[in-house]
Structure formats: C-alpha cells, structure tokens
C-alpha cells in the first residue's frame, strides 16, 4: 500500500474556488490509479473523481462535472484536485486514494473541507 496525505481543505464561500493536494510516498506512483472520495456528516463516501496511471482519462459523476477537475504530476509523485464554483453540499472530507483499475485499497487521512452560504 501506498501512503497518501491530503492538504488544501479550509473553510470556503460559496462561489469559491479551492485546490487540494495529495502527496503520494510511493516511487511507483505512476503505476497507480488515482481518485478523491469525499465523506460529509451522516452520508457514506462518495466518488469525487479519479485519472488513470497516465493521466489521460478522467471520471466524475455528476454532481461535480464542470466544476471539479482532477490532475496528476507524476513526476512529483502527487494528485490535485482543483474544485470551482464550490456549493454549501460540497462541505465534507475529502480522502485521496490510490488502487488498480478495479478497486483502491489505499487511502489518506482526509483534509476538511467546508462551503458556508
């Protein structure tokens, strides 16, 4: 398993933008799928997004399309999630997480993010 941590959560207006940063400890971070869940009081996790080990394909559901966009640095061993036009609904935690094309099985600690009206 890889380790992951989480950065970039504050408290937000609604409207606003915020970019969360996952750092990935793992050398062989090219070689894993990536993706953001996101947790909010009372709900169970939620996909956010994800982007294969290249980069080149992306996936969202949505109720983020248009307005979250995830990106990888390889290089740099390191997933962003760049969030726009952020909703008072967008408040919850956000988990980076690494796996296969079939399921992730490694996940960070959360970084709190919270969208006030």
Not at 20 to 36: H, K, N, P, V
């Amino acid at each position: 398993q890889v380790q992951l941590v989480e950065s970039g959560g504050r408290l937000v207006q609604a409207g606003g933008s915020l970019r969360l940063t996952c750092a990935a400890s793992e050398r062989a971070f090219s070689s894993y799928r990536m993706g953001w869940f996101r947790q909010a009081p009372g709900k169970e996790r939620e996909f956010v997004a994800s982007i294969i080990r290249s980069g080149g394909s992306t996936y969202y559901p949505d109720s983020v399309k248009g307005r979250f966009t995830i990106s990888r640095d390889n290089a740099k061993n390191t997933v962003y999630l760049q969030m726009n036009s952020l909703k008072p609904e967008d408040t919850a935690v956000y988990y980076c997480a690494a796996g296969t094309p079939k399921a992730f099985d490694s996940w960070g600690q959360g970084t709190q993010v919270t969208v006030s009206s």
